[in-house]
């Protein structure tokens, strides 16, 4: 079983749905992350939380929004998505900095988004 | 800038043939990790490896064995007595000592055929 737990593992909206995806962690990991993966591309960076607080943002249109209610959750509203932000969306987490495992990424299996 | 380039999109290969995965990288950190991950057909990223920038020494888990070397900027992956379990899509990653942004190679798509 995947350490890293992602609901819903698929998910269809309309553009002007709004729909959140979660992501569930507890490994005591502090650092949590969202990739997005399009068809036969690497992982793109898109939000870093550590230690609850957001870290990175890698200039992600405001119509995503994450949250981190607290360090085993990370979530990902999504309000009117285009058709081109379909994709695989993967959750990660890592020990904080500095910890041995420092960088080692865990990834939840991810969930498919399609934007009708 | 840091950059990872894996210049094989994919590679296919018979049961039981040796396969090596290249991965040339760039930075101009002196501290960094690197990294392995195999992507399976299912979707989720699994952690193989990890190395420090300090650390050239070769490793070798079962029938995988990774070389390292800082000379020639190149962690390359190769998969001994390949199976068919081992078709996936893997990626090489470089992070700077301390970060989290986690740059991916394009990543080799491996055909494993019985």
């Known amino acids: 079983d995947t350490e890293v737990t992602q609901t819903p593992k698929h998910l269809v909206m309309g553009m002007t749905n709004k729909k959140s995806l979660k992501c569930e962690q507890h490994?005591?990991?502090?650092?949590m992350y969202w990739y997005k993966q399009k068809a036969k591309k690497p992982p793109e960076l898109m939000f870093v939380?550590?230690?609850?607080?957001?870290?990175i943002n890698e200039s992600v249109p405001s119509r995503f929004s994450p949250e981190c209610p607290n360090s085993s959750l990370l979530n990902l509203h999504l309000h009117a998505l285009q058709p081109e932000d379909s994709a695989l969306y993967l959750c990660?987490?890592?020990?904080?900095?500095?910890?041995?495992?420092?960088?080692?990424?865990?990834f939840g299996a991810g969930s498919r988004l399609t934007v009708l | 800038a840091q950059k990872v380039t894996q210049a094989q999109t994919e590679i296919s290969v018979v049961e039981k043939e040796d396969v090596t995965l290249d991965c040339v990288y760039e930075?101009?950190?002196?501290?960094?990790?690197l990294f392995w991950y195999k992507q399976p057909p299912s979707g989720e990223l699994v952690f193989l490896i990890r190395?420090?920038?300090?650390?050239?020494q070769n490793e070798i888990s079962g029938r995988y064995s990774w070389n390292f070397q800082k000379s020639t900027s190149s962690f390359n992956f190769t998969i001994t007595a390949s199976q068919v379990v081992d078709s996936a899509v893997y990626f090489c990653?470089?992070?700077?000592?301390?970060?989290?942004?986690?740059?991916f190679g394009a990543g080799t798509r491996l055909f494993v055929k019985a």
């Open positions: 990660a987490s890592s020990q904080g900095r500095g910890g041995s495992g420092a960088n080692v990424l865990t």
């Open positions: 490994m005591g990991h502090r650092a």
């Open positions: 939380y550590s230690y609850e607080k957001l870290s």
């Open positions: 930075t101009r950190d002196t501290t960094y990790y």
């Open positions: 190395r420090n920038s300090f650390d050239e």
């Open positions: 990653a470089l992070t700077r000592t301390g970060g989290f942004k986690t740059i």
